[in-house]
């Protein structure tokens, strides 16, 4: 699974987060699924698959919930009825579960948790994972300001014409507000279907969290749960320690393994930063065999023709620059603050190679030491679409 387009910047605060759905195509929502009562009590049939949030937390949380994550013109998902009396709402308050059901093939699917969260009627503004300010995210294709995700493409997906396994992952890419774990409703779990985003506790940010306010982000000085934002969205705002990286310089880039021009890996400035250093897309095989300071660096097996040349790899920690005549090492912040330092504090409590979370671009694979494996796939169990396979999604604030 891959970062997809991350070189079309988006709006630099949202989806640095397109994990593996290079597959999307555009698919009609036109039944989103039937909406589950409280406590998982089913209200509207179970066709597709039925997920259930699980609030570890000690406040309430407002779910996310978008369909479609970088496809125009996809359908949000309807407000499911949570609230007093089969209202509809979002909140799940402290400790309490609640179900909904996404249909069959749901493609490019997202949840995630919104807090702090104050509004009326169509109105929602949270100080985490606010959706523009709107109660259903996906509305005018708004997603969350760069919270943890639970990321699905159900049966495939579109692009599979829907014959294919679950693909899920939880993702830190973009920055983080809680720590998220997907557990598939299926036995026995392992490697391949089985649990995503175990963590200890709540990663550590390694700089100031964030407040979401009034639009803009506002250093976190109280107790609420704010927003550990990853480097290139510190970049974006111009936030310390990444303050002088303006959207589209040379560091900006590195930092976001970004190809503005999407001409493969980048030319002229921003040439070297966004091809993974692991893949073998087409056959090219990757440079780095492990993910850290002194990792090594085989630049015999890189490609040197075509777009992936040599000099064409996201290397974060800079191990293969001086054997390949480049500098492609993701800068660092104000006093010496080392950009893979959101990268360290998530590993150092959140899984290992089996059941890890997506921190940067390329952070993909299971047999790379040093990278997340947080890619998972479970196939379901027969071939109608009211046996999918339901996921408990789990949210923890500390």
Known sequence: MREMEVGIMLSYRMNFNLVFFALILLVSFGSMGGCNGEDGENLLGADGHPITFVNKCK???WIGGFSGSGVANAVPLPEPNWGPNDTPSWEIPAGKTRSLTVPFCWTAGQFFARTGCTGSGETLNCKSGDCGGELNCGTNGKGG??????????????????????????????????AIEIEPDILPRDRICGNAGVCDKLPECPWDTFLWDNGMWAKNTSSAIGTCLAPQNMAASDLEPFTGMPA???DFNKLGCACPDKSGCGTGEMKGFCCSPFNTDGGVKGCIQDFSQTGGCFPNDCASTGTYNMDQICDPFGQCDSDLMRDAIWPEGSNGVAATDYRD??????????????????DDLANVPGLSGGGFQCFRKGKTVSNGIGYKIFFTCE
Not at 154 to 175: K, P
């Open 59 to 61: 406040e309430s949380i």
């Open 145 to 178: 300001e760069n919270p943890a995700l639970a990321e699905f493409t159900m049966d495939g997906g579109a692009g599979s014409n829907c014959i294919g396994a679950d693909n899920y992952d939880v993702s830190m890419v973009a920055g983080f507000n809680v």
């Open 248 to 250: 589209g310089s040379a």
């Open 345 to 362: 504090k998530i590993r150092a409590v959140c899984g290992t190679e089996e059941s890890g979370i997506y921190t940067w671009a390329f």
